[in-house]
């Protein structure tokens, strides 16, 4: 696609967000769906590839939970992918510290190479299962806001993503349109492990019919130190 229809198409979707891009953050996000595409190519990242979708479904998909993380966070993004909603967050939002978190080393690379070209100073990347990262005392409980994006249905995710946020924190969980049972199922689960569902937002991405869902867990206790349970249990075996 070429840059200035690439430019134009990411500033009119914006607008309906309420956000501005800058030339250099727009700079950023055209290399990074280049080499989305290219390194798509080598290894299976996404199956998503044509620009108009990856500007849609990643790039401002992305970034509709800006509103929900304050100044100055340290966020956590797990099962990040080829690094959404992590990556378009750090580009417009130098005041955060993000973690990447992925269990699949070829995703890293990949993530690394972004890191580099688009030389983003806030991101840190590591290679972990969710259940294992939840464990590790240098991560657990540490983050203002956990989030994660399609990984997997609520009762499991909050399991991967609530023993992450220090109290007062809260998970921002991103779904797509059909999400009712799903949350109602997990309600006692986000309660188990020490938070609490406070707000459901619905909404279509700019311009388009494609349904979304926002749920936000707040922080209000410790998680019990048995949360999250070994590697494959929570999916397998989620918390009801």
């Known amino acids: 696609m070429d840059k200035k229809i690439f430019f134009e198409k990411m500033q009119e979707n914006s607008k309906v967000l309420g956000f501005n891009f800058s030339v250099e953050q727009l700079e950023k996000f055209y290399k990074y769906m280049n080499l989305l595409i290219e390194w798509n190519e080598k290894m299976n990242l996404t199956a998503i590839t044509e620009p108009n979708d990856i500007i849609l479904k990643h790039f401002i998909d992305s970034i509709t939970i800006n509103k929900y993380i304050e100044n100055n966070a340290k966020v956590v993004d797990v099962g990040t992918g080829a690094g959404f909603p992590g990556i378009p967050l750090s580009i417009i939002r130098t005041d955060l510290q993000i973690t990447l978190v992925d269990s699949l ?15 983003l100073k806030n991101i840190d990347i590591v290679h972990a299962r969710a259940e294992e990262f939840g464990q590790n005392k ?13 990984v997997a249905n609520l009762s499991t995710l909050s399991e991967y993503l609530v023993p992450l946020v220090k109290i007062k924190g809260k998970c921002v969980c991103m779904k797509a349109s ?12 986000v309660n188990i492990l020490g938070g609490k569902i406070v ?3 619905k909404f279509n991405l700019p311009n ?4 979304r869902t926002i749920i936000i867990i707040n922080k209000e206790k410790n998680t019990n130190s048995k949360y999250p349970r070994k590697p494959g249990t929570p999916s397998k075996e989620p918390l009801k």
């Open 105 to 119: 080393n070829k995703r890293l690379i990949f993530l690394q190479e972004i890191k580099k070209e688009l030389e």
């Open 138 to 150: 240098n991560y657990r409980e540490t983050f203002d806001i956990a989030t994660s994006r399609a």
């Open 178 to 189: 059909d999400a009712e049972e799903e949350i109602k199922q997990a309600e006692n689960a």
């Open 199 to 201: 707000k459901v937002e």
């Open 208 to 211: 388009s019919d494609i349904g």
